[in-house]
């Protein structure tokens, strides 16, 4: 990621994408490890969970997203809004931190309250510790989110990715403590937690998750000097009147990313095992499709602080162009990185655990997930122009019709065709996106992106994949043929994307 944004600093010249640069290496550490973490966790959850316990796990997360963004209400965002502002810097962080902590605990009382309600709904009533852990783990990480975005605001970039990897680092070791080395101890004839098995020792995961994010929130501690500012209620009106938006974004936004694992366990004909064990499935093979977002989350941590502060730069569309291009590049290779070793990919995970194969059930979902993630990092290059131009209510208008398309498509495909409904929900829902931001962009905030080139780098990657899955379906292709072919087609793909690159820089010495 560095090597690319410094490519980028070469063509366009400006010293704020060397900058860049330099922050997006910090951030991309502890972004990539994240997800990179996420994806690899699936070896250690096809071996000591089954599908049902996966499903479990990924419905209790597909409501993380939702909560997340309802308590934060779009204040991270103000936060950096209006602490580039001289008038309302001093007391920016103080007053969206106590807004933010407001929301979270009257949602904590509730929830106490309502804890009964609320494991029936997620049809766990029998585990009701679940919901006790899962409230904990979202209290204490949405307490984090104002000082983590401090941290990126004042340019701590290295201490922002060293908390962020600690805490990644610290829910490995506690899953690796209670899966791996607690079952070798037995204290007594019943050692600990010996009436879980593969269906119920996702309670595992949670304990680890909230054990990592009440040390994290310690190390932020020192973020809370600015407290003493106080609370700015003509401040936070103005915050909330910018924010709002936002959170309509956001949770547009999940219910876009996560609805589609919310609705199945309740929307899929079966009984409540064999539900879970779809969601399972379905969960495990989405995993693959979030490397797709990997660089766009690297880079949109470092960018989205300086693109605020340099918003009235005259050069600023020419980043944003460029930007688009490199996602564009990035994801190609993504994409044909996995799609196209799939069959290797399985082989690793079969190698193993022989389970692995009741989670490959799914895999035809992954191409599927991973062009929807590509639309959707397209989006996410498209939407800067109207934050940084105050026109957050356009953003909320296109996320709402994604919303709705997600509901409606979900609601509609589920009940007959199972998860591949929810991917093909998906995919059509960020391609909509994409296609409305893109309008709406040309009218208010045109910016001229190389549409040529992107549309050259998108075509040959899933050309690329649509290829190899049919020819190696008639020629019966074996795994080391179907490997060598996948790796001849990636350095096509790269060799393409070199020359097309360098007669750009050519064009632009000339210039």
Request: aromatic share 18%; hydrophobic share 55%.
């Amino acid at each position: 990621m560095k090597f690319l944004c410094l490519y980028l600093s070469k063509i366009i010249k400006l010293s704020l994408v060397k900058k860049l640069a330099s922050d997006t290496a910090s951030y991309g550490l502890s972004s990539i490890l994240a997800r990179l973490v996420n994806f690899l966790f699936g070896f250690l959850i096809i071996k000591y969970i089954s599908p049902e316990g996966y499903g479990v796990y990924g419905k209790f997360y597909a409501y993380a997203g939702f909560i997340l963004v309802l308590l934060t209400h779009g204040m991270e965002t103000a936060f950096f809004r209006f602490y580039n502002s001289t008038e309302h810097k001093e007391k920016s962080f103080s007053t969206a931190f106590f807004s933010v902590f407001g929301f979270t605990a009257l949602f904590f009382v509730i929830c106490l309250f309502a804890k009964d309600e609320i494991a029936k709904w997620v049809e766990e009533p029998d585990h009701i510790i679940y919901v006790y852990l899962f409230l904990g783990i979202m209290v204490f990480d949405v307490i984090a989110a104002l000082p983590f975005a401090k941290l990126r605001a004042d340019s701590k970039a290295k201490k922002f990715a060293i908390l962020k990897v600690m805490n990644i680092l610290l829910y490995i070791i506690f899953n690796l403590f209670f899966f791996i080395i607690l079952p070798y101890f037995s204290f007594s004839k019943n050692p600990p937690f010996a009436d879980l098995d593969r269906n119920t020792n996702v309670i595992f995961i949670f304990i680890s998750n909230f054990i990592a994010s009440i040390i994290t929130l310690f190390f932020l501690l020192d973020q809370f000097k600015d407290f003493k500012k106080g609370f700015d209620f003509s401040l936070h009106k103005k915050m909330l009147k910018y924010a709002l938006p936002i959170m309509l974004v956001g949770f547009a936004g999940m219910i876009n990313e996560m609805l589609d694992r919310a609705l199945m366990s309740k929307l899929l004909p079966f009984s409540k095992i064999e539900n879970n064990i779809q969601l399972g499935i379905y969960s495990f093979n989405y995993k693959f499709s979030m490397l797709m977002t990997l660089f766009l989350q690297a880079f949109r941590y470092a960018a989205e602080p300086l693109f605020f502060a340099n918003s009235t730069n005259k050069d600023n569309k020419i980043i944003y162009a460029d930007t688009m291009r490199i996602f564009i590049i990035s994801a190609g290779f993504i994409f044909m990185a996995i799609t196209l070793n799939i069959p290797l990919i399985q082989k690793i995970f079969m190698w193993y655990s022989p389970d692995a194969n009741i989670y490959f059930e799914g895999a035809k979902v992954i191409p599927i997930l991973l062009v929807a993630n590509l639309f959707l990092g397209i989006y996410f290059n498209i939407s800067t122009w109207y934050k940084i131009t105050d026109k957050t209510h356009i953003g909320a208008i296109i996320s709402i019709i994604g919303a709705i398309i997600t509901l409606v498509l979900n609601i509609l495909w589920i009940p007959t065709l199972g998860y591949m409904g929810s991917a093909w929900a998906t995919l059509i829902c960020y391609g909509v996106m994409v296609a409305l931001g893109y309008m709406a962009e040309m009218k208010y905030f045109p910016i001229h992106y190389d549409l040529k080139r992107i549309s050259l780098y998108v075509f040959i990657s899933i050309l690329s994949f649509v290829f190899l899955d049919r020819i190696s379906q008639i020629w019966s292709f074996s795994f080391f043929i179907h490997t060598l072919s996948a790796f001849i087609l990636i350095m096509i793909y790269v060799f393409v994307v070199y020359l097309s690159e360098k007669k750009l820089r050519q064009n632009t010495k000339k210039e």
